[in-house]
Every structure is written in structure tokens, then in C-alpha cells.
């Protein structure tokens, strides 16, 4: 079955300066994925999707780089603020079977110093 | 800004009751989940629902739990008999498409 996991459990960053958060995926069929915030005691909190015919999209701050050579995907947050400390979850999914059943990885905790 | 709803927050219920979650998803997305979090562990797949039936589940979703769309709004998960490991955070989420968005969660305890 699918996997999607997480190279760094805990990322601790100098406010202001460049989050990068990594991710590793193991179907090679995974076609969809989404990254997710997650603060302490809420639901994970849409951050930025990304198709695998696409290798990089922006949003506000944020980027996703896809690299399906050797399944891979990064989020990467520009000027990390306070309010970025908080889990980070990358999930794929098989579109092209017909299937948004997302398969989360563990997370990463993003701590942000002030 | 819409957003998915749960209700209750948290839920204590004694191990072989029923428990029923329940979720307003958002009011124009068509498709709808439920996913579940143990404490410590990833978030997990359970259910899709699409036009009124279960669109997919994982073998988590045994015969114990069921879902069901009951009026316009409304997006339920029942565990008939729960066991201690059901205790976990329950998240619901829709889309209209890909995105899915999630409720905030309801902390079920089984004691």
C-alpha cells in the first residue's frame, strides 16, 4: 500500500528566516498531494495542493516543490512567523484509481523562535 | 469563511456503547470523509461518502462503524460497540472537488 512519510519529526527555525519542510512518498502511482497545518488541538488546516504534472506551485508564503524522480515533496515557507509553529502533515492520494483517500504522514513540528 | 463543523468536542463514552459523530460538512461540497487520529500516530483514513453512499473505506472501517448523510447537512459516523482503541481524535472533511477540508475534531474516550 501507499506511504508517505516525513524525513525531519521537528524543525526549529529564527523567525524571519525560511521554513523547509521535507516529505517522502513510496506509490509511485501517488498523482495528488496536500500539505496541512495543524495546531494544537484543531484539525489539520489546508495549506497548498499540488498535481504531479506540475513540479512547483506558490500561495501566499508558502511553496511546494514535487520531485517525482525520486518521490519527493517539500513545503517550503517563506519569512516564518509565530504563528507557523505548529505541525505540518504532507498527504497523497492515487487520483487516477478513482481514489482522494488521502494517506497522511507522520508530521513534522515546525517551532519558530522569536 | 465556510467551514466544517463537529460536534461534540469531546465525547466519553464507556467501552460497548454506540457512539454517533457528527459533522456539517461544507454546504456545497459533495463529497465527504471521515479520517481518525490517535493520539501520537498519523492521521488515518476511514470512509468516503459520495451521492449518498460509501465511495470508499479502509479496513479500519469494519462492521462496527457505519455513516450516514440523514437530512441535507448532516454527515454522521457511528461505532456500534465501542472498544477501548477507538479512542482517538475524529475528524470529518469535505470537497467539492480535491481539497479537502477538515472540521476541528471530536476526542472520543473510551473508558
Known amino acids: 500500500g501507499e506511504s508517505v512519510g516525513l524525513h525531519l519529526p521537528t524543525l526549529s527555525v529564527q523567525e524571519g528566516d525560511n521554513s523547509i519542510i521535507n516529505c517522502a512518498y513510496s506509490?509511485?502511482?501517488?498523482?495528488?498531494f496536500i500539505w496541512y497545518k495543524q495546531e494544537s488541538g484543531k484539525g489539520p488546516q489546508f495549506i497548498i495542493d499540488?498535481?504531479?504534472?506540475?513540479d512547483k506551485r506558490q500561495g501566499q508564503r508558502v511553496t511546494v516543490l514535487l520531485n517525482k524522480t525520486v518521490k519527493h515533496l517539500s513545503l517550503q515557507i517563506a519569512a516564518t512567523q509565530p504563528g507557523d509553529s505548529a505541525v505540518y502533515f504532507c498527504?497523497?492520494?492515487?487520483?487516477?484509481?478513482?481514489?482522494?483517500?488521502?494517506?497522511f504522514g507522520k508530521g513534522t513540528k515546525l517551532s519558530v523562535i522569536p | 469563511e465556510p467551514e466544517v463543523t463537529q460536534t461534540p468536542s469531546h465525547q466519553v463514552t464507556q467501552m460497548g456503547q454506540e457512539v454517533i459523530l457528527r459533522c456539517v460538512p461544507i454546504?456545497?461540497?459533495?463529497?465527504f470523509y471521515w479520517y481518525r487520529q490517535i493520539l501520537g500516530q498519523k492521521v488515518e483514513f476511514l470512509v468516503s461518502?459520495?451521492?449518498?453512499?460509501?465511495?470508499?473505506k479502509s479496513e479500519i472501517f469494519d462492521d462496527q462503524f457505519s455513516v450516514e448523510r440523514p437530512d441535507g447537512s448532516n454527515f454522521t459516523l457511528k461505532i456500534r460497540s465501542t472498544k477501548l482503541e477507538d479512542s482517538a481524535m475524529y475528524f470529518c472533511?469535505?470537497?467539492?472537488?480535491?481539497?479537502?477540508?477538515f472540521g476541528p475534531g471530536t476526542r472520543l474516550t473510551v473508558t
Open positions: 472533511a469535505s470537497s467539492e472537488f480535491n481539497e479537502q477540508y
Open positions: 506509490n509511485s502511482a501517488s498523482d495528488y
Open positions: 499540488i498535481r504531479s504534472n506540475m
Open positions: 498527504a497523497g492520494a492515487d487520483s487516477g484509481a478513482g481514489s482522494y483517500q488521502l494517506t
Open positions: 454546504s456545497n461540497h459533495l463529497y
Open positions: 461518502f459520495y451521492n449518498n453512499e460509501i465511495s470508499e
